[in-house]
């Protein structure tokens, strides 16, 4: 038999990626209870202190997580009409909510790990709104209003046709369009 050598192997075994995928599929499979060190390390097949070497505990992993998953959320906001880019930015943003609804739990149960995916939403808004001008607050009213809404239709469930947030988002867009 073998002996294994002494130290550090020479590639780690896991990474600050991996650990932050495997936390995102237990906190969909079984909520914020599922997502623990121990559990990250089953999941990874590691010894479950290797991830204490990327992360101080659950929260630091999941913030993380949370942040790079909204990082990733880049809807095309091409369009040449103000109503079409918020509807395009509504819609998929509902999308992806959908397919992340324990992550949206999280972040709406932790004001720390929302911070980074707020201001995230917020440069995407900004963008969706183009040269149409808003007073400050009607434009905090604004988006509020439609972050609040796709997260409702999220937080719906995943059964829950896009074509009925689609409807809601026309209503509150047309608001907003007017202001």
Request: charged share 25%; no cysteine; net charge positive.
């Amino acid at each position: 038999m073998k002996r294994r050598k002494p130290g550090r192997p020479l590639r780690p075994v896991v990474d600050r990626e991996r650990l932050m995928e495997a936390a995102l599929q237990l906190l969909e499979e079984g909520g914020l209870e599922a997502v623990t060190m121990r559990a990250l390390g089953k999941r990874l097949k590691v010894n479950p202190m290797a991830a204490y070497h990327y992360f101080e505990d659950k929260k630091a992993v999941l913030n993380a997580a949370a942040a790079r998953q909204f990082r990733r959320f880049r809807p095309r906001l091409t369009q040449r009409y103000l109503r079409d880019r918020l509807l395009a930015l509504g819609l998929s943003y509902g999308r992806f909510l959908q397919r992340s609804v324990g992550l949206l739990h999280y972040l709406v149960t932790t004001d720390e790990a929302a911070a980074r995916p707020v201001r995230h939403f917020d440069r995407l808004f900004t963008a969706a709104l183009g040269k149409h001008r808003l007073s400050p607050g009607a434009y905090q009213t604004a988006r509020n209003a439609l972050a609040d809404l796709v997260h409702g239709f999220a937080l719906a469930g995943p059964t829950v046709p896009l074509r009925l947030l689609d409807r809601e988002l026309r209503l509150l867009i047309a608001g907003i369009a007017e202001g």
